[in-house]
């Protein structure tokens, strides 16, 4: 138990690089790997200071710099997750109540808002993540038996393919294309889909 310092620094100093690379967000500094190596030789002096010196009770400075970053990184991690996954189901919910209700929101384009747990720098990555976080509950929506429902669910299918489409979404333009409904078929053929 005495010794357990010597692996928590390490790990500490990797959680600073973690949390400054990793989450852009939290970052405090520009220079991850300085400010690491800083918490390091801060540790590593303290390490040594008690070992040599105190051998008594862990003194609170050096519980912080043990535990401190690798904690944050776990928190962190946890309430990243937590509130990706709670905004997803929140804006999963708010397209169904507009696919089947038409709640709300006169328009997808403009009005809907859905959340995106994207953070990476490019546009494509984005909004390929936008279609695969809701292509699914949009496709719920179109095996409705009320063209309304099917016409806002092809909509909003459309909206999110601007920048990714798959199987699953040709499949919906091939079937709305002979969709019963004539304001459906309309808007399935004005859309062009360029096929693989």
């Known amino acids: 138990m005495k010794y357990i310092g010597i692996i928590c620094g390490p790990l500490s100093a990797l959680s600073i690089i973690l949390l400054t690379e990793s989450f ?40 912080h710099l043990r535990w401190g970053p690798s904690v944050v990184l776990i928190v962190a991690l946890t309430v990243v997750v937590a509130f990706d996954q709670l905004n997803l189901l929140y804006s999963r919910h708010r397209l169904r109540q507009y696919i089947y209700y038409g709640a709300e929101y006169p328009s997808p384009m403009s009005n809907l808002l859905l959340y995106n747990n994207y953070r990476g720098w490019c ?55 002979f969709d019963i409904d004539p304001t459906v078929q309309a808007l399935a053929r004005n859309h062009r889909v360029t096929y693989r």
């Open 123 to 177: 546009g494509n990555g984005g909004s390929d993540v936008l279609y695969n976080n809701y292509i699914d509950t949009t496709l719920e929506g179109f095996d409705s038996e009320d063209p309304a429902i099917r016409k806002r669910a092809l909509e909003t299918a459309i909206y999110l393919s601007f920048g990714s489409t798959d199987d699953q979404f040709y499949w919906l333009i091939d079937k709305a294309r």
């Open 24 to 63: 852009w967000w939290l970052r405090v500094s520009n220079y991850s790997s300085e400010l690491a190596l800083l918490w390091g030789i801060v540790w590593l002096a303290t390490e040594i200071v008690w070992l040599v010196y105190l051998q008594g009770r862990v003194p609170k400075l050096l519980s």
